[in-house]
């Protein structure tokens, strides 16, 4: 008798990364009615929830219980990279596999055969912010900001490499948030080095803080963060906060005019009522992806649904762009740079196309020939 296929979701519905947790959640259960609306779903298809408690002894035992009393196989979990990290023995042991809808760790490549993930790793995350300060922002002197967490110091390394290393920057400092004389140094350094902009990496809450200092400090340079920054919650309560800030995100665009990404936007609001951030993207995604990676596998053994992710995917249309993975488990994506923008998260290049084109408006009424009313000539406006 072929077996039941079931999968699970493993994601911090509480705790400090309570905010991706619950994006990620909102985006399956849009992946999961649209399946059911569908026909999609094959014979028995069940799915089951835990909760991480944003934390990674938790997310080890949740993932434990869940393949022991459910007969799991396959797991949509590891929603932080410090999850995603200690949930690695887990799997080797089980023998099951886990798709992440976030985790961005380089080391996460090669860490195990049942480990896939759709996030882009964070030295592809860390070259693209380093490149755009210095290439399109025109940033030479920069400061950092770091919370400390897995995520933030593996990001940090390859930022570093390729900002200085490769481009010949200037990093003037950095200031670990969370310490208790952070923003006195954070200050001091502004004071002292004068750096034309900055870059926060660390979850939501953490660049929050961070943004609002650099307004009690009337900072006015550039000030760049990274994807983690992108929570439909955390944006809304930004509000002007975030006006300008720039981060790198995956390719995903919300305002999209085609399909698949129009459609789920369009769902998402209606049960939402907001719209989809990155995370409930990803989320979406990864559920689409267990489903058809259990209907495709030839079995529903653990080789099996390997082979289905490995191979019957192909450029699998998700709202995050065509998706496959490598031999490693990672995503064939690549992070872009973006700009909240009246409310709006919007590309730096559209952006800096509207202001050129706003300054080449400019020009040309400033150059357009005027008549002098005191003359019979044309004079020019000055």
């Given at each position: 008798?072929?077996?039941?296929?079931?999968?699970?979701?493993?994601?911090?519905?509480?705790?400090?990364?309570?905010?991706?947790?619950?994006?990620?959640?909102?985006?399956?259960?849009?992946?999961?009615?649209?399946?059911?609306?569908?026909a999609?779903?094959?014979?028995?298809?069940?799915?089951?929830?835990?909760?991480?408690?944003?934390?990674?002894?938790?997310?080890?035992?949740?993932?434990?219980?869940?393949?022991?009393?459910?007969?799991?196989?396959?797991v949509?979990?590891?929603?932080?990279?410090?999850e995603?990290?200690?949930?690695?023995?887990?799997?080797?042991?089980?023998?099951?596999?886990?798709?992440?809808?976030?985790?961005?760790?380089?080391?996460?490549?090669?860490?195990?055969?049942?480990?896939?993930?759709?996030?882009?790793?964070d030295?592809?995350?860390?070259?693209?912010?380093?490149?755009?300060?210095?290439e399109?922002?025109?940033?030479?002197?920069?400061l950092?900001?770091?919370?400390g967490?897995?995520?933030?110091r593996?990001?940090e390394?390859?930022?570093?490499?390729q900002?200085?290393?490769?481009?010949?920057?200037?990093?003037?400092?950095?200031?670990?948030?969370?310490?208790?004389?952070?923003?006195?140094?954070?200050?001091?350094?502004?004071?002292?080095?004068?750096?034309?902009?900055?870059?926060?990496?660390?979850?939501?809450?953490?660049?929050?803080?961070?943004?609002?200092?650099?307004?009690?400090?009337?900072?006015?340079?550039?000030?760049?963060?990274?994807?983690?920054?992108?929570?439909?919650?955390?944006?809304?309560?930004?509000?002007?906060?975030?006006?300008?800030v720039?981060?790198?995100?995956?390719?995903y665009?919300?305002?999209?005019?085609?399909?698949?990404?129009?459609?789920?936007?369009?769902?998402?609001?209606?049960?939402?009522?907001?719209e989809?951030?990155?995370?409930?993207?990803?989320?979406?995604?990864?559920?689409?992806?267990?489903?058809?990676?259990?209907?495709?596998?030839?079995?529903?053994?653990?080789?099996?649904?390997?082979?289905?992710?490995?191979?019957?995917?192909?450029?699998?249309?998700?709202?995050?762009?065509?998706?496959?993975?490598?031999e490693?488990?990672?995503?064939?994506?690549?992070p872009?740079?973006?700009?909240?923008?009246?409310?709006?998260?919007?590309?730096?290049?559209?952006?800096?196309?509207?202001?050129?084109?706003?300054?080449?408006?400019?020009?040309?009424?400033?150059?357009?020939?005027?008549?002098?009313?005191?003359?019979?000539?044309?004079?020019?406006?000055?």
């Open positions: 008798m072929r077996p039941i296929p079931s999968s699970a979701s493993c994601a911090p519905l509480s705790g400090e990364a309570r905010a991706y947790g619950m994006s990620v959640d909102s985006g399956i259960r849009i992946a999961l009615a649209d399946a059911e609306l569908g999609r779903l094959p014979p028995g298809f069940r799915t089951v929830d835990a909760d991480s408690g944003s934390g990674a002894a938790t997310a080890v035992a949740e993932l434990e219980r869940l393949i022991r009393e459910n007969d799991v196989r396959l949509v979990g590891g929603v932080t990279t410090d995603a990290l200690a949930l690695i023995p887990a799997l080797e042991t089980a023998r099951i596999v886990c798709l992440s809808p976030s985790a961005s760790a380089s080391e996460l490549s090669h860490s195990s055969p049942y480990f896939f993930r759709l996030f882009p790793t030295g592809l995350e860390g070259r693209a912010a380093a490149r755009a300060l210095s399109q922002l025109g940033v030479r002197r920069l950092i900001y770091s919370d967490s897995g995520y933030t593996g990001l390394s390859r930022f570093r490499r900002f200085q290393r490769a481009l010949g920057r200037d990093i003037v400092g950095t200031v670990h948030v969370g310490e208790a004389d952070w923003r006195e140094r954070s200050s001091d350094l502004l004071h002292a080095h004068h750096p034309q902009g900055v870059l926060i990496i660390g979850y939501a809450e953490r660049v929050l803080e961070v943004l609002e200092h650099l307004r009690s400090v009337r900072f006015r340079g550039v000030r760049c963060t990274t994807s983690a920054f992108y929570v439909s919650d955390v944006l809304r309560r930004a509000g002007e906060l975030a006006e300008g720039v981060f790198t995100l995956p390719a665009d919300a305002a999209s005019s085609h399909e698949p990404p129009r459609g789920f936007v369009e769902r998402y609001r209606q049960r939402f009522g907001h989809p951030d990155i995370f409930a993207a990803h989320g979406y995604d990864a559920m689409c992806i267990a489903i058809h990676s259990l209907t495709a596998a030839a079995g529903l053994y653990t080789p099996e649904i390997q082979k289905a992710m490995r191979y019957t995917l192909r450029e699998f249309p998700g709202v995050t762009g065509a998706i496959s993975f490598d490693h488990g990672d995503v064939n994506h690549y872009l740079i973006y700009c909240s923008m009246n409310g709006r998260v919007v590309s730096l290049a559209s952006v800096q196309s509207l202001r050129l084109k706003e300054a080449q408006d400019l020009i040309e009424r400033l150059q357009r020939p005027r008549i002098n009313p005191g003359s019979q000539g044309v004079s020019l406006a000055s």
